[in-house]
Nanobody, 125 residues
Framework: QVQLVESGGGFVQAGGSLRLSCLAS????????MGWFRQAPGKAREFVGAINWMGSFASYADSVKGRFTISRDIAANTVNLQMNNLNPEDTGVYYC??????????????????WGQGTQVTVSS
């Protein structure tokens, strides 16, 4: 069974940092772009960032540019999201995702091929 499993969520004060990781259960994902979405309470799920299968190109939502960084370890089947200078607006459930769409198109995706179960990030003011 193909799975994406997130870890690393938690509680942090504004200005702090967290690092999320997503482990893919299969090497199948080595040819997928992977990325992150988030959903705040009462709001729609939104794109955060994505990275291509080679790990050579990443795209980010404007709201996180300069603060969040996506990286990928192909051999380990993992993708990471380093989040710095967090603010309360970053609070939400963060979902790992995998899809064959071009990274440049991820901000417009309505659905993806695979979702993780989500991990909670809470930023206090």
């Amino acid at each position: 069974q193909v799975q994406l499993v997130e870890s690393g969520g938690g509680f942090v004060q504004a200005g702090g940092s967290l690092r999320l990781s997503c482990l893919a259960s299969s090497a199948t994902f080595s040819r997928y772009a992977m990325g992150w979405f988030r959903q705040a309470p009462g709001k729609a799920r939104e794109f955060v960032g994505a990275i291509n299968w080679m790990g050579s190109f990443a795209s980010y939502a404007d709201s996180v540019k300069g603060r969040f960084t996506i990286s990928r370890d192909i051999a380990a089947n993992t993708v990471n999201l380093q989040m710095n200078n967090l603010n309360p607006e970053d609070t939400g459930v963060y979902y790992c995702a995998a899809d064959r769409a071009l990274v440049s198109a991820w901000s417009t995706l309505k659905s993806v091929a695979y979702w993780g179960q989500g991990t909670q990030v809470t930023v206090s003011s």
